[in-house]
């Protein structure tokens, strides 16, 4: 009896592993996605050997790092460490600045290099904006931000904006398989649903956060001031007209700022 009981456990244990290994092979064989299960498996492991280290890019780093004093320190170090080569990963960034009635909102549009991975509708672009991030500050002056193609064909970007009451941290991800997100002050946002976030911090020490479906699309390769100040004044804009966004500017509890007129 025990013995039919440990073959009948057995036969069932090896059927299930074939058939958990049947489903994972049909999911990588199956997969549409440009990033696959094998693309994944190889990223993980590419940088360990160090014979496919970019010496030179890691000199680089460390240099810029140690030159850099940083007045605030930034949202994720900056430690540099060694990369296997990549001949890709071109970024582009623009700082923002809004005025919405007496509120000042200034932050970042993050943008990357279309690739096989990332696709742009106007053929005459070049870079496609990701993410979108405006704060609301009473302190002038105070952020930091830092973008990476180091983790290619993922990227990543980071940043912090200091206020009275408290840090806002983010970091943002747009990564190979098409998946796109941002973490602000540990809120997960999933940029699919909207590529704008707002910050707007509250005198009891809290924050609240925005999530907006408007975004410029993208860049040209070259900086275009008639062309791009156009997409930009158009976002601005489309911001201002938000009623969401206004109702939560004219909150009593938000921050004050001192602006000079």
């Not at 979108?132 to 302190?139: A, G, R, V």
């Amino acid at each position: 009896m025990n013995k039919a009981l440990s073959f009948l456990c057995l036969t069932i244990l090896l059927a299930n592993c074939q058939k958990n290994e049947k489903i994972e092979n049909k999911i990588v064989q199956e997969s549409d996605s440009l990033w696959t299960y094998n693309d994944r498996k190889l990223y993980s492991i590419k940088n360990v050997d160090s014979s496919n280290w970019d010496i030179d890019k890691l000199i680089g780093d460390t240099k810029s790092n140690n030159e850099n004093n940083w007045d605030i320190k930034p949202a994720i170090s900056n430690y540099p460490s060694p990369v296997a080569k990549y001949d890709w990963g071109f970024v582009l960034s623009e700082r923002l600045e809004l005025k919405i009635g007496n509120k000042l909102l200034k932050g970042f549009c993050i943008a990357y290099a279309k690739d096989k991975y990332r696709s742009i509708n106007s053929s005459d672009d070049f870079f496609i904006v990701k993410f979108n991030i405006l704060y609301l500050s009473d302190l002038t002056e105070q952020d930091v931000f830092s973008i990476t193609s180091r983790n290619y064909p993922h990227y990543m970007s980071t940043g912090k904006q200091k206020t009275k009451q408290g840090e806002i941290d983010w970091v943002q991800m747009d990564l190979a398989d098409s998946r796109n997100f941002a973490i602000i002050n540990q809120r997960y946002f999933d940029l699919e649903f909207g590529k704008t976030i707002i910050v707007i911090p509250h005198k009891d020490g809290s924050i609240r956060l925005c999530q907006i479906d408007e975004s410029i699309s993208s860049f040209g390769e070259d900086y275009n001031e008639e062309i791009d100040s156009k997409k930009i004044e158009s976002y601005y804009n489309s911001l201002k007209s938000n009623k969401e966004l206004i109702q939560s500017l004219k909150n009593k509890n938000i921050i004050e700022q001192k602006l000079n007129e």
